[in-house]
């Protein structure tokens, strides 16, 4: 498997300055030796992201977040390592050959390969004969060539193999061509697995196309959807339809417009409404919820007016309520969904609904008559919400929701706080919790405190200093696991003891912004 070779790696990492690079997504100030702006990865008023040119490593005082320059486009951009030191090779002119090496990065090249084939060729059918009918039907809807064009709207022909000989002869393993979600396999071979659809394709937040959504537009199929199915490069739980495109404009106006569909999102943002994303291939789960957190903590649910809909935005409200977001809700009138809102009102209704939308439990109120239910079921409904309320993790959201509901179904707040106690649940999961700070180790004793300064002085560039710090000290003075595994790396004469250095020997999040807060 090709790599790129580690002098090459260090070579990147010396050219790439990195406030050169974090300025082109982060408005720095200068503050004294450093740069300072809000924080790209938490939403926040006041700036606390700090960048230390100095030592070229950032770090935020507000979420903990922190790494050197490959590690915050890794972030920002949501790429892997060797993604992130390709895009500044790039960018500065550092040419990369690669070496032969264990590792993953071959299989995603061809994974990525065989899907920007995939999308040229659906979007060359959709524009050409083949694709009339497809082109008249999504024209039809309203959608534009240019925004078809901009987010590669395609279409599959009715042909069991187009796809199949557009890739054959190219190098594709057989391995790669199985795992990429494009084929399905069968005793007579492979064969495209999309015939006779509309094709959206999915993209990573980077801008490389990662699965497909696939629409049938005629009668006789009753499967509307088909959707890849999960590969290395795509799992339904942590992607977004349109995020790539939306992403700047969530974090600009402060919130996220979530919809169910990739018509929906069309529709939308060919109106002119931006900060849009939209769940793909699945409903909304908990990951999906902590993958928004990182952009923004306000997402407003715009679903069809429908009672289904109705009921899909209050499961998502909870499940965002319970990641610590804020949900407000929008109701296309009657049982429109808004596709055929935005294209029967226009921008200007639409937008003016999202930028005063209802809160969650006003929401929830009204859709099950909460404040009109008698006896039995009044007894039932306040138990749910109870049930729903205690299983919230922060204390605050928890309390002020009990506190409103009381006043708005006149039940003493007391009482309701003693039926939530009563109340069993099961706790909030969150699989692969890899960006939550609270799982950050805390360094607060005396001991991990002088540690840290034992550290920091390892990590100076003064040579005397650092010398004799070296030749004072060993491995047994630290005792906690993490500041054992720095201080073996800085006592380490073959290693490089420069703090962006330092920081890309810890593969895992948590310790690389550890690292980050102990050598700022």
Request: charged share 25%; proline share 4%.
């Amino acid at each position: 498997m090709a790599k790129i070779p580690q002098d090459i790696v260090d070579r990147v990492r010396d050219t790439a300055d990195i406030v050169d690079v974090v300025s082109q997504y982060v408005d720095l100030k200068h503050r004294g030796a450093n740069y300072f702006g809000l924080c790209p990865f938490h939403g926040e008023k006041t700036p606390s992201f700090s960048v230390a040119p100095a030592k070229q490593i950032y770090h935020c005082f507000g979420c903990s977040t922190g790494g050197n320059v490959f590690s915050f486009l890794m972030e920002y951009q949501k790429v892997s390592f060797p993604e992130a030191v390709k895009t500044l090779a790039d960018r500065y002119n550092i040419p990369i050959q690669y070496e032969e090496g264990e590792g993953g990065s071959e299989l995603f090249s061809s994974l990525y390969e065989l899907h920007n084939i995939a999308v040229k060729l659906y979007q060359d059918n959709l524009f050409s004969q083949r694709g009339e009918s497809a082109l008249a039907y999504l024209t039809d809807r309203g959608l534009t060539e240019d925004i078809l064009k901009q987010f590669k709207v395609g279409f599959a022909m009715d042909s069991w193999d187009q796809l199949v000989k557009q890739c054959t002869g190219k190098g594709f393993t057989k391995s790669h061509i199985n795992q990429s979600g494009l084929f399905t396999q069968s005793e007579k071979g492979t064969f495209d697995r999309f015939r006779s659809r509309v094709m959206f394709p999915i993209f990573h937040p980077s801008g490389k196309p990662i699965a497909f959504g696939g629409r049938i537009f005629g009668v006789e199929d009753p499967a509307k959807y088909l959707n890849s199915p999960e590969t290395p490069l795509y799992k339904k739980s942590d992607v977004f339809y349109g995020l790539q495109a939306s992403r700047d404009a969530i974090r600009k106006t402060g919130f996220a417009v979530l919809v169910e569909g990739y018509m929906d999102f069309l529709q939308l943002y060919q109106a002119g409404i931006h900060p849009l994303v939209a769940v793909s291939g699945t409903a909304f789960t908990q990951r999906h919820a902590l993958a928004l957190s990182r952009i923004t903590q306000k997402v407003v649910l715009l679903y069809d007016g429908d009672n289904a809909g109705g009921n899909a935005a209050i499961r998502t409200g909870w499940v965002l309520l319970k990641a610590g977001l804020e949900p407000t809700i929008v109701r296309p009138p009657g049982d429109q969904d808004p596709d055929d809102w935005v294209r029967a009102v226009g921008r200007n209704d639409v937008l003016s609904a999202i930028e005063s939308p209802t809160s969650f439990l006003d929401f929830h109120l009204e859709f099950h008559s909460g404040k009109s239910l008698e006896g039995a079921e009044r007894r039932q409904y306040i138990l749910d919400l109870m049930r729903e309320i205690r299983s919230i993790q922060d204390g605050i959201v928890r309390n002020d929701l009990v506190r409103i509901l009381s006043e708005k179904l006149m039940v003493d707040e007391h009482d309701l706080v003693r039926v939530m106690k009563s109340q069993r649940v099961n706790p909030v999961q969150y699989p692969d919790q890899t960006d939550q700070g609270d799982e950050i180790p805390k360094f607060t004793s005396i001991a991990d405190r002088a540690q840290i300064e034992l550290l920091q002085l390892l990590a100076l560039e003064e040579q005397s200093t650092r010398q004799y710090v070296q030749e004072n000290i060993s491995l047994a003075l630290f005792t906690t696991p993490l500041l054992k595994k720095v201080a073996g790396f800085l006592l380490d004469e073959k290693l490089s003891v420069e703090s962006s250095a330092i920081i890309e020997y810890f593969q895992d999040k948590h310790e690389r912004d550890s690292v980050a807060q102990i050598l700022f």
